[in-house]
């Protein structure tokens, strides 16, 4: 078993919907009706988002975390298809979200020239008046401090620890 795999088990547990972290992002799309949650992995953050007269898609690339999502899926409104999110102005061709998420520091499975594509595919299916909300690690202050370990994170059936080396082409992580 491969370490993604292996960290699958314990995916809701390590990278937890906080609840107030939750509340922040949902006040900034309260009004969207139409939502898109980009990376959503298990779901665990897109259910957070769910509210009456909303309609709620999540994507993910990977198989078994949308698998996942589905089975605990409870709520109604909330989809789950599996996308690499750079497909979804083909996917999600003439429709129109009134909000978007990109949760959990999913951003760093893109290269910087990925992320700028996405962020234009977003804004191409994004509503007059729509929101984006991204969220993601601090980089900057990574690369200016040469920060190379972040926090271990740690819960009840795992610890999980992070390390970063510079490289030319960006940073590389190292987790076990």
Do not use: W
Request: negative net charge; proline residues 1%; charged residues 25%.
């Amino acid at each position: 078993m491969n370490f993604s795999q292996e960290l699958r088990h314990y995916h809701d547990e390590i990278f937890a919907a906080e609840r107030t972290e939750m509340h922040f992002v949902a006040s900034l799309l309260e009004d969207a009706q139409l939502l898109l949650d980009i990376g959503c992995g298990t779901g665990n953050r897109t259910v957070r988002l769910a509210a009456p007269g909303r309609r709620i898609i999540g994507v993910d690339f990977r198989g078994d975390l949308i698998a996942r999502a589905r089975e605990a899926a409870s709520e109604r409104g909330v989809n789950y298809e599996m996308l690499d999110m750079l497909d979804i102005d083909k996917q999600f061709r003439g429709m129109t979200f009134d909000g978007m998420v990109c949760l959990g520091n999913t951003l760093v499975y893109l290269s910087v020239e990925n992320i700028l594509c996405l962020l234009e595919r977003a804004y191409s299916l994004l509503a007059r008046g729509g929101r984006l909300v991204i969220q993601t690690v601090n980089y900057d202050r990574i690369l200016d401090n040469c920060v190379c370990t972040l926090p271990d994170i740690d819960t009840e059936h795992a610890t999980v620890k992070r390390a970063y080396s510079r490289a030319s082409d960006g940073l590389h992580f190292r987790t076990t």
